[in-house]
């Protein structure tokens, strides 16, 4: 049940700027809960990507950023670069269902 | 090196049982809430079930409530997720996750999934 919607895809040219939303409601991101990101490369397990909201776990690199803001969240990729192809993923809590909630997922395509 | 590794996963007849198992090494497993989320052939993540650190607390998603149980063993660093009279709607890969925490003295706290064990296919499929 993806109740945090996201674009199905965005795309850039490699170095460009992309940025993907993940708009939620009341009861989740605007209700004060934090946003995370998971990125899954084709046929792999996803990996988280982004912790609360815009902390980025060792490793990942400072090419990616993200943000929260009222009932949305952002992730930007800058210097996009062909191994960034992938699907990426919002998730946060929601307090109506009582449970975690993912994003609708957003498949980014290096042009 | 933090790991999670999944089995049992595979074919069943609709109605049929299976009994999903991750094996956690490389952290303190005691120490965490772990998580299973599933992924639909070709679909986005679905949180599944969590369940606390002692096992004295856990909790499903609306559409498995009744069917599905999640359990653990501390003692074999192990984390299971039995699955009851499967539907086709529950074909997808499962995966373990360990459930990441920050908790402060003011109260404030936020969790998430971190790291992902590789995933176990399930089929329901007559």
């Known amino acids: 049940q993806s109740v945090l919607t996201q674009p199905p895809s965005v795309s850039g040219a490699p170095g460009q700027r992309v940025t993907i939303s993940c708009t939620g409601s009341?009861?989740?991101?605007?209700?004060?809960?934090?946003v995370h990101w998971y990125q899954q490369l084709p046929g792999t397990a996803p990996k988280l990507l982004i912790y609360?909201?815009?902390n980025r776990p060792s490793g990942v690199p400072d090419r990616f950023s993200g943000s929260k803001s009222g009932t949305s969240a952002s992730l930007a990729i800058t210097g996009l670069q062909a191994e960034d192809e992938a699907d990426y993923y919002c998730?946060?809590?929601?307090?109506?269902?009582?449970?975690?909630?993912f994003g609708t997922g957003t498949k980014v395509t290096v042009l | 090196e933090v790991q999670l590794v999944e089995s049992g996963g595979g074919l069943v007849q609709p109605g049929g049982s299976l009994r999903l198992s991750c094996a956690a090494s490389?952290?303190?497993?005691?120490?965490?809430?772990m998580s299973w989320v599933r992924q639909a052939p070709g679909k986005g993540l679905e949180w599944v079930a969590n369940i606390k650190q002692d096992g004295s607390e856990k909790y499903y998603v609306d559409s498995v409530k009744g069917r599905f149980t999640i359990s653990r063993d501390n003692a074999k660093n192990s984390l299971y997720l039995q699955m009851n009279s499967l539907r086709a709607e529950d074909t997808a890969v499962y995966y373990c996750?360990?459930?990441?925490?920050?908790?402060?003295?003011?109260?404030?706290?936020?969790?998430?999934?971190?790291?992902w064990g590789q995933g176990t296919l399930v089929t329901v499929s007559s």
């Open positions: 009341s009861s989740n991101i605007g209700a004060g809960y934090d």
């Open positions: 490389g952290f303190t497993f005691s120490n965490y809430w």
């Open positions: 609360v909201n815009s």
């Open positions: 998730q946060s809590y929601d307090s109506s269902l009582s449970g975690y909630v």
């Open positions: 996750a360990r459930v990441t925490y920050y908790y402060d003295s003011s109260g404030y706290g936020v969790d998430w999934f971190d790291p």
